[in-house]
């Protein structure tokens, strides 16, 4: 074999085994206590007596769920103090310290302004199906008590401008802009009239 290319020193250095550099861990643990008391103390109603020890069990609950891992034990602290910083009243009443590393974004967020929003959406778009629903079995109800006391078939019935039948098919279509009522277009359904007319 020829000689190597790769200089000794290089070499000696390549045959050892790395130096592991550990993560000031001291350091990123107390910015992180940190960070956490000062989003309990601004979200919450609790004196530093009350957030001390919730924020210190806390972020010893993400120093164990890390692992040693200083890249997971940043980005779960991180997830934590923004959670907290739009959601702190409700999570700390709620959870104890150590349960909330175990939530989901879901479950972190579960009460923010925007899911606030989006539940009172659903709950208002459910009120109104609701409202039409009754609305719709108030007409049927009406329209049977008309038929009853008129002695005709169900509901009110549109009756051909020209030759006075009942038998009409109808259409909507929206002709106007979209914040304007759809125009009805009927067709009278006898051979000999079909006639076309829009109300």
């Not at 910015?31 to 806390?58: C, F, I, M, S």
Request: charged share 20%; with cysteine.
């Amino acid at each position: 074999m020829g000689k190597s290319s790769i200089p000794k020193g290089l070499q000696k250095a390549l045959l050892q085994p790395p130096v592991v550099v550990q993560p000031p861990w001291g350091q990123v643990r107390r910015n992180a206590l940190r960070e956490l008391a000062r989003v309990l103390l601004a979200q919450t109603q609790w004196d530093t007596l009350h957030v001390r020890p919730y924020a210190t069990q806390l972020e010893q609950a993400v120093f164990i769920q890390a692992q040693g891992q200083l890249l997971d034990y940043q980005a779960k602290a991180a997830q934590l103090a923004w959670a907290l910083e739009q959601n702190g009243a409700h999570l700390a009443e709620t959870y104890p310290a150590g349960a909330l590393t175990d939530l989901d974004d879901q479950a972190l967020t579960a009460t923010t302004p925007l899911q606030r929003i989006f539940t009172e959406h659903a709950f208002k778009m459910h009120a109104f199906s609701n409202m039409i629903l009754d609305t719709d079995r108030k007409v049927h109800d009406v329209e049977a008590q008309v038929a009853k006391v008129t002695g005709h078939s169900g509901a009110l019935q549109t009756r051909c401008t020209g030759c006075g039948g009942t038998k009409i098919s109808w259409d909507q279509k929206q002709t106007k802009g979209g914040d304007e009522a759809m125009t009805t277009f009927y067709k009278c359904e006898n051979p000999r009239c079909r006639r076309t007319w829009k109300g």
